[in-house]
Every structure is written in C-alpha cells, then in structure tokens.
C-alpha cells in the first residue's frame, strides 16, 4: 500500500520561505503526475501546484511566481519551495497524484504569522 508523508512545515514570518518536502513509498512514481494541495480551516482542499512525469509543471494563480514544485524520482520525493509567503498560505500541506489517486498522508502545517 502506497504511504506519503509529508514534512518541513512550521512558522514563518510574512514574506519569508519554506521547503515542504513530500517522500513516497513503491515503486513507479516517476510514472505520475504529483500534486501539491493545501486546506486551512473551514475550506475545502485546493491543487496549488502539479508536475508531470515530463516535468511540466502548473500553479493556482495565487501562488504563482511564489511557489515551485520539483520532483527527485531516484528518491520517490516532490518538493515545493515556497517563497514570499503570505498569511492566506497558512494551511494544512498535503501531496498526492493528480488527479488524486492514493489514500492522504498526515500533511505539514505551514503557518505565515508575524
């Protein structure tokens, strides 16, 4: 059974960075597209960044030109650094394919706060 797991969320001021990396267990990852969603409190989860297994990537317009996703398929991880962060980013960070296609790991909190 595939597992995601998620890490490198924490507190960051307005305006600064974070790394969140998302790890991935099986085999055949390279083969999917992966995807970036976040939820805060009282709103549905949102695709905020996708790559394709061609590296073809796509952004919600609210992060573009602040965020970008990367992928190491040798070590089954995507990544998203997130520059410039803004308060409206605090959310609950998960991974997944996308479309969604496996069960939600435990995500990472991203909190933007002075």
């Known amino acids: 059974q595939v597992q995601l797991g998620e890490s490198g969320g924490g507190l960051v001021q307005p305006g600064g960075s974070l790394r969140v990396s998302c790890s991935a267990s099986g085999n055949n990852f390279r083969f999917y597209s992966r995807g970036w969603y976040r939820q805060a409190p009282g709103k549905q989860r949102e695709l905020v960044a996708r790559?394709?297994?061609?590296?073809?990537?796509g952004y919600v317009g609210s992060v573009k030109g602040r965020f970008t996703i990367s992928r190491d398929n040798d070590k089954n991880t995507v990544y998203l650094q997130m520059n410039n962060l803004k308060p409206e980013d605090s959310a609950v960070y998960y991974c997944?394919?996308?479309?969604?296609?496996w069960g939600w790991g435990q995500g990472t909190q991203v909190t933007v706060s002075s």
């Open positions: 790559i394709s297994s061609g590296l073809i990537t």
């Open positions: 997944n394919g996308n479309p969604v296609r």
